[in-house]
């Protein structure tokens, strides 16, 4: 099965802090099988509300991603004032998001920038 790819509303969570820290979880679900249903990976993005002291849901999620995706690795927003198209030096770059390495290939999961 393919991935599916979900974008909550609003584009976050349920704190909706812009600038909160977000946390990328690569998991499995309780009662699964890996040997029976190892197509049953998923990835979830969360918001930490820190004065709430709580992980909320963040702004996308995806199941179903290969199951020998064993790596995630952030991509960094650029510096403020590195492009003036907000995201590089000329948009050769991508925008903020997460790799997710599998033996398949690598996907940038990202949400689309935020209007000017």
Known sequence: PHPSHTPHPNGGGGGGG???AMVVLLHQP???DA???GACVHIDCMELDEAAGQ??????????VHPTTTLL????????????D????????APPGVLAI???GVTLITCPAPPA
């Open 102 to 104: 599998s033996s398949r």
């Open 73 to 84: 690795l952030a991509v960094p927003q650029p510096a403020a004032g590195s492009g003036a």
């Open 35 to 37: 040997a029976s249903d």
């Open 86 to 93: 907000g995201w590089d030096g000329g948009g050769a770059g």
């Open 30 to 32: 309780a009662g699964v």
């Open 55 to 64: 992980l909320l849901p963040g702004p996308w999620s995806m199941r179903d």
């Open 18 to 20: 812009v600038g909160n």
